[in-house]
């Protein structure tokens, strides 16, 4: 069964901490990987992992996905009470997966002043 | 502009009945998906379908239907027989077979469902 995990859950830090949220997946026919920032309503979009070893960045926040590891790591450096949502992490796969969009969990990022 | 409606944004069932959520999108997307949403946790899968006339169940389908009669619509039916319906329900769509970064994925603004 495909499945995306995320760790940890739940999260409190300290404004100015740097924190590294975990995402690991099984998926059979895996294609993309991608995460997510939700504070409110829908998601919004923060990355798109498809390529091994290549990290992305967008200002303090960055990823990068190991497909050895079967995993992906985002990083939020110089965190702000800005930064406190939930991080979701989603597997995409296409063709033979049909088109499934998996979400993990999600880690609910409680960042104090 | 292109984009994802869902409707209402509130809805309150009351004991054994059906209720409706309705999800449009005009981008043209394949894909659509619907998703359900407890306080503090992730999304998880009720259904999707990748083409018109045809959906599957994702993880969490029992007590849930949905159609697929236009590209353009993929409502959610929550029945009676869903015995905790009570969350945040997120519709999305999909632009299948764009790989090279960015965004794929656009999400409706979600409904609340709330049982009385």
């Known amino acids: 069964e495909d499945k995306v995990v995320q760790s940890p859950l739940s999260l409190v830090v300290h404004e100015g901490d740097t924190v590294t949220l975990n995402c690991s997946y099984e998926?059979?026919?895996?294609?993309?990987l991608l995460w997510y920032k939700q504070e409110k309503k829908a998601p919004t979009f923060l990355f798109m992992l498809?390529?091994?070893?290549i990290e992305k960045k967008s200002g303090r926040l960055s990823s990068i996905l190991d497909k050895k590891e079967l995993s992906s790591i985002l990083n939020i450096t110089a965190t702000q009470t800005g930064d406190s949502a939930i991080y979701l992490c989603?597997?995409?796969?296409?063709?033979?997966?049909?088109?499934?969009?998996?979400f993990g969990q999600g880690t609910e990022l409680s960042v104090k002043p | 502009d292109g984009g994802i409606t869902q409707s209402p944004k509130y809805l309150f069932r009351k004991e054994g009945q059906n209720v409706t959520l309705s999800c449009e999108q005009n981008?043209?997307?394949?894909?659509m998906y619907w998703y359900r949403q407890d306080p503090g946790q992730g999304l998880r899968l009720i259904y999707y379908?990748?083409?018109?006339?045809?959906?599957q169940k994702g993880d969490i389908a029992e007590g849930y239907s949905v159609s697929r009669e236009k590209k353009e619509s993929f409502p959610l039916t929550v029945t009676s027989a869903q015995k905790n319906p009570t969350a945040f329900y997120l519709c999305?769509?999909?632009?299948?077979?764009?790989?090279?970064?960015?965004?794929?994925?656009?999400f409706g603004e979600g409904s609340w469902l709330t049982v009385v």
């Open positions: 999305a769509s999909r632009r299948t077979g764009a790989l090279k970064g960015g965004n794929t994925i656009y």
């Open positions: 998926v059979t026919n895996f294609r993309s």
């Open positions: 498809t390529s091994s070893g």
């Open positions: 989603a597997v995409s796969g296409e063709f033979n997966q049909g088109g499934k969009l998996i």
């Open positions: 981008l043209n997307h394949d894909a």
């Open positions: 379908s990748q083409i018109v006339n045809d959906f």
